[in-house]
């Protein structure tokens, strides 16, 4: 709850889509591709930059594919927690990089400030954060006469 009310701070942004436009996207895809009479300029930038794949029934947004490459899918903001817990936790409450790496491997609209936002939240995460180490400080002597005073220090190891 916490992490959507942060994501909604930042919604200005075209990359984060809530789940109604989510389906306003996946409806415009599909009836462009379905579309007989000429396409407007806005048709052909929908359909470079989305495309819709059919899963046991369920209508997903991905990224077109070309030849060799993976399906990457677009995420809706509701799933966007659940997805980053499950790869945070798959990677070992790894950071922002590991986090970034598998998560783009699969999804095209998660950023960076988002993975830092979630990694900012997460309570394991914080505990293990360095901590403040305390050091060992030795006050000098000062003396006026030259070999009057030494001064030893014992370091167990």
Known sequence: EKFNNLLL?????????????YDELILKVNNVK?????????????????????ISGIEK?????SEGNLIKYYVYNEQLFQLLNETHTSVGHGGRNRMEYELNLKYKNITRETI????????HCQKKGSTIKKGLV?????????????QVDLIDM
């Open 116 to 123: 830092m936002i979630f990694l900012n939240l997460c309570d």
């Open 34 to 54: 379905t579309k007989t009479t000429k396409k407007t300029a806005d048709d052909y930038k929908l359909i470079k930059k989305y495309d819709v794949v059919n």
């Open 9 to 21: 701070n930042k919604n200005a942004n075209a990359v984060f889509l809530n789940k109604v436009k």
């Open 138 to 150: 030795v006050k000098r002597i000062l003396s006026s006469e030259l070999n009057s005073r030494c």
């Open 61 to 65: 947004l991905i990224v077109p594919v």
